[in-house]
């Protein structure tokens, strides 16, 4: 997701903590089928009509904030902030048939609709959950505090508006009038709009200067409660056409819809290579002596000997694989995508891994690790943010048949599901690795080769789909971020290329691989499902989706994270 500079403020650190969030409106079936211009005109009269009740609730809680603002300048500005939503509900019906529409009929508040105008009064008035706020408020500063709060509680929604509305803009044809939702989506990005989402982050942080650091987190417990309540009340927009997300509600389990999920591990899952730990590992707790009492080389090594080893391998692999990359690239690019070509070139990668993986046994440095060490060392792994959550939502969600599957060149698989045990059961988690040979829970320094290669990784990925069920509609989605995930990406209905690796792209690039922003995907796939009539996926060859975080993919595949 692009980035906005919304300042140095209280309120531009909210949103700058928050923003990743802002996927789990953007992932909307709502939004994507308006970034799409399908959206049913029933939707979205549906939304019109909710938004007006919002309207009503963001000017009632402006006035109360007036109310309590002690300085004349924080009084009238936002007094302008209230005409400014006063002067939209008036114009509200003139705007509406000026993007294209008809209006929508009265409709009752729908339950997320209360929640968020309830939460805006019950702010703006003082009460607030786990805040001591006086029943009768006496001083001024009482007053100022309570503006304060109501200003963060309104601030996350007018940013993300403005935010998600330019990154479907970003997606449209500026020459294309067909477009039924353009003049609405423009409307929000106008340079109008952005005045007045910033107006009121700078009164916010005007506001906030003199509160207490409790005060503050009061704030942003604010600002986060009001940006959940905007995810919940999209989420909760009723969208009545076949809609691409979320993923899990086009597989149908009375008919044996089943979804299978691949990932990597190292640099997908985690925020760090499993290599280095196993030999941070060896580094902190090598072995004295062996069993029978004899020393070995390694024995002799001091901790600064064995990190030299391993710093001289981990120097060579780096040097190899650049050489490897190196020598591919140089050659002609593809004009079109050339999986021929693509499988030729991972043969060389193959046999550097293989190589590598060699020099590793032979140094020793995997030898003489303790089971339970590992065990350890794995339940401590940082993971990038949101993959332990997105697992165990798919492991809980009893309205989806769907299956894990781990593929890694990772050496030790004990590491793999003793770092995922958090996320749930572990016997339910399917990884398939590299293991350590062990004596007596102890490594032998030898290696249990299974996947070192991208056409291992790839056997691996058939062998569990030749042994599905073939009844029932299957759909399986891969996940990873390197050299090796690139087979499996491209044989999955659909690759998702997880952060940005350069070399990968580069790679893929060379061979003709397209890699297309997920949520840019998704309103193109939005627009196939008018004209097929399907929102079924179907491989498109040559194609992979990008996204930068974990968040995006669990909007994509199970929607809210609420």
Known sequence: MGGMDVGGGIAGKLWNKFRSESVFVNYTPFFVCLAAGNLSADSFHHYVSQHVHLLNAFAHAYELAEECADDDEDKKAIRNLRK???????????????????LPEERSLKNATVKYTDFLSATASGRIEGERVPGKLATPFEKTKVAAYTLGAI???????????KEIQALLDPNDSTHIYKKWIDHYCSENFEAYAFRIEELLDTLSISLTGEELDVIEKLYHQSMRLEVDFFSSQPILQEAVVPLSRTL????????????????????FDSSAILAEIAIITRPKADPDGSETQLARMSS????????????????EFEQCVESITTTERAETFSYEG??????????FEKAANSRVVQSGVLKGLNQEDIKRAGQRLI???????????????????????VLSYCWCGDLIRSALSSAGDVKALNVHSNELSCEDSTTTGEIIKKLESPMEKLQAFNNILNNRDEDGQHLTVYIGGSVGDLLCLLEADIGIVMGSSPTLRRLGEQFGISFVPLFSGLVAKQREVV????????????TLYTVSSWDEIHAFILGSSS
Not at 255 to 270: K, Q
């Open 342 to 351: 693509l499988c030729e070139a991972l043969e060389q990668f193959a046999h």
């Open 155 to 165: 601030a996350p929604c007018m940013r993300l508006f403005a935010f998600i509305n």
């Open 531 to 542: 004209e097929v009539g399907s929102s079924y996926w179907k491989r498109l060859s040559g």
């Open 304 to 319: 600064a000997d064995l990190r030299s080893t391993w710093d001289a391998l981990s120097a060579q692999y780096t040097e």
């Open 252 to 271: 149908d389990p009375a008919v044996g819809g089943e979804l299978s999920i691949f990932c990597d591990f190292d640099l997908t899952c985690t925020a």
């Open 383 to 405: 993971f990038q943010d949101g993959c332990k959550g997105f697992i165990q939502k798919i492991m809980k969600n009893e309205n989806l048949t769907a299956a894990i599957h």
């Open 84 to 102: 400014y939503v006063q002067a939209k509900l008036k114009s509200h019906d003139s705007l509406v048939r000026e993007w294209g529409f008809e």
